[in-house]
């Protein structure tokens, strides 16, 4: 019988692009562990099967226990978990990237690393959110005011729309019952939101803390995602919500914008929006159609890349080390 320490590890041509998987999976009050290359989630109804390579983000919510072999071919197909709480979502854990590559993290660090091209891409990320302005010349403090001006706006405007009473945002941490009905919706949608961004991110290999807006936090980047559809999908969608009663918002919350997410097809837009914001083009070209994964080069002078496994010491230059084999 094959046991879970003889099953190799997935390569990245076996996945399931970020773009094309559920948004996020939420489970309570069972038991997760492993069947091959799914999970199954065991209560008092009987036995689920989930193909693992299908999800973009597990939330464990209360009640769940999770296997060692569970978590194990999560964290081999890149699916991002998170153990969340019946007051809101909080992000613990991810898995590893999709990617083999290190394209988008090195364009990330090289864009982070210089003020100017940090600035660049804020004022990017601005006019993601809102098309209707052009930031060419705004300074950051200038970015931010235009920013929470335009989110104001758009909670009026939705209130309007809705016929919620807005009184404005309030939000205690650690105290989720402490908002109104509207206020617990947006909360639950932003929180649902970064654990997406999340695993999108980590998923291309880029790092959650090097952020253009944010600055700080080990998720910075996370949330300069996540916001990006702020205004034009989780603000909206939580004033439906509490427009349609104040009873389990959190949960209708969170089944509607899982819905929304599919409607709207946003995992595939926001991959194709961080390669556009990280290299100006949604085809880093980290996909080899030739199979040539795992691919590890030297660098060398003036930008310049050399093959690695090769000896370049003064002696015989061909002399080539023995290949070992990229098992992480």
Known sequence: MTTVSQRGAL?????TRASERVSFIYLERCTVHRDA????????????????????????????RVTHQAMSVLGETGAAVAWVGEQGVR?????????????LAEAQALQWANNRSRLAVARAMYQLRFPDEDPAGLTRRELLGHEGDRVKKCYRAEATRTGVPWHGRKYVPGDFSAGDAVNQAITAAAQCMYGIAHAVVTSLGCSPALGFVHSGHELSFV???ADLYKTGLAIPLAFEIAAEGEEDVASRTRRALRDRIHETSLLDRCVSDIK??????????????DGGWDIVTLQSDKGTRVAAGRNYGDGDAEDRYEELALTW
């Open 11 to 15: 390569s990245p041509r076996e996945l």
């Open 37 to 64: 290359n799914a999970i199954t989630a065991t209560d008092a109804d009987g036995v689920t099967h989930i193909p693992s390579a299908t999800i973009g983000t597990l939330l464990l919510g209360p009640g769940t």
């Open 91 to 103: 992000y613990y854990a991810g898995g590893r990237a999709l990617t083999r590559s290190a394209a």
């Open 223 to 225: 949330l300069d995602i």
């Open 276 to 289: 556009r914001l990280l290299v100006g083009t949604d085809d880093t070209g980290t996909a080899d159609p």
